[in-house]
């Protein structure tokens, strides 16, 4: 009932709404902070392999593994990734753009600094970010998503008729 709510309702088209849009801008001013400001996710790697150890880490070893293994040898491309990456989703939510996948690959990053051990505001933006998913179609109805996934729709089902028909289809 409350998915249904959630994906129909016009009230809580509104409601989330406001929680894209603050997203969003929470996103993309970070994003954005650090594109122009320099960024550096080598410092931030290395503190999360560090918390890996103890009596009581605070990152699980797979993850401390994949961040020695493949995050820290490759910095260079994280330093990339995840401004441009906070920046694209920020736009995309605000927008009311693609806003079903800006917030999935927003839950991305914060699964990740999560997995990373760093709590920060990253969980209440996961559960707004949880919200916009399960709503689908209806976080991004007050914004680019009104035309943008009709048209999508469109595109990807204009050559429908070019493929051989399906004999088991029934048609009218």
Known sequence: MFNTWLRENKAAMWLLTVVRVYLGYEWMSHGLEKLTGGFDAGGFISGAIAKTGGDHPAVQG???????????????????????????????LLLGTLTTLAAL????????????????????????????????????????????????????????????????????
Do not use: C, H, Q
Request: hydrophobic fraction near 55%; proline fraction near 5%; glycine fraction near 10%.
């Open 62 to 92: 797979w993850w401390g593994s994949f961040l020695e293994a493949f995050a820290l040898p490759n910095v260079g491309l994280f330093n990339v990734l995840i401004p441009l990456g906070e920046f694209l989703v920020g736009v995309g």
């Open 105 to 172: 690959m927003a839950m991305v990053m914060n699964f990740s600094f999560l997995f990373s051990g760093t709590v920060s505001t990253n969980a209440i933006y996961l559960l707004f970010e949880i919200f916009l998913v399960v709503a689908g179609a209806n976080a991004g109805r007050i914004g680019f998503d009104r035309w943008v996934l009709p048209f999508l729709r469109g595109l990807f089902s204009r050559n429908k008729d070019t493929f051989p028909a399906d004999p088991a289809r029934k048609t009218a």
